[in-house]
């Protein structure tokens, strides 16, 4: 393991043609960090994202892991790279014709030499870490949305990723399934060491599970602070910052 960031990121500004959506970002994650990009809406979490995982390249800049560039390299060196990662997408991108075992499976089949048989004995021991144990033969449309959410979760976790990334994984769920799954990601982390990196706007899931963060602000069109979202909350200079972390319930600023 580096001694450095898990993930740097430099100088980095995204576009669309001319049209920028951020510009210098700099920020870095640590090994085992979770990492929380927030904002309000259009400030370009999304796009961040997207840099990071290396579906869209930046317009400027460059994303480090362990020290490495990852834009910077050769197509191969960044689908190496790309192997280190999960990805939880906002939908939960489950495939509705395969059951719960067949969508995890799908990755251990492409990139492993694993048996069918071996295949179904990872699957069921990822969806028993998200606490769907039974449930391998379930279609995505015979669970809830929240279990939904889990199913990819495992479905991300299936090869064994140094790093998790999420685009806003609370989207459309009841506080209390929200809640289960801040937990789940605490755990997970705790228990496996994950560096998670998390696009979210939800204050009681930046609160209960963030170490550190990077705010993006759609005005100025850049990062406004870096740090851990509770002492940016309570400490920061910026009314920007201050104001999106002091909004909601006084339940949800006493987190």
Request: charge should be negative; glycine fraction near 10%; charged fraction near 25%.
């Amino acid at each position: 393991m580096s001694s450095g960031p898990h993930i740097r990121a430099e100088n980095v500004t995204m576009a669309y043609g001319d049209f920028v959506i951020q510009r210098n970002l700099n920020f870095e994650v640590g090994h085992g960090e979770i990492f929380v990009i927030m904002g309000g809406s259009g400030c370009g979490k999304s796009t961040l994202l997207r840099a990071m995982i290396g579906l869209k390249a930046p317009a400027e800049g460059e994303v480090y892991f362990d020290g490495q560039p990852f834009w910077a390299g050769s197509d191969e060196e960044r689908e190496q790279t790309k192997r280190r990662f999960g990805t939880l997408f906002q939908a939960g991108a489950l495939w509705s014709s395969m059951t719960l075992a067949e969508n995890i499976g799908l990755a251990l089949k492409q990139y492993t030499r694993l048996s069918d048989r071996q295949i179904r004995e990872v699957a069921a021991y990822k969806l028993m870490l998200v606490g769907l144990a039974g449930f391998e033969d379930y279609y995505p449309n015979e669970i809830s949305g929240g279990m939904k959410k889990r199913a990819g979760l495992a479905r991300a976790m299936a090869l064994d990723p140094e790093i998790l990334f999420f685009d806003e994984p609370s989207a459309g769920l009841d506080p209390i399934s929200a809640k289960l799954l801040d937990d789940l990601i605490l755990e997970l982390r705790d228990s496996l060491g994950t560096t998670v990196v998390i696009v979210t706007h939800e204050l009681a899931s930046i609160f209960a599970i963030a170490d550190n963060s990077v705010f993006l602000d759609p005005e100025t069109k850049t990062q406004l602070a870096t740090g851990n979202p509770k002492e940016l909350r309570d400490h920061s200079e910026n009314f920007a910052v201050r104001n999106f972390l002091q909004r909601g319930t006084a339940r949800e600023q006493q987190a």
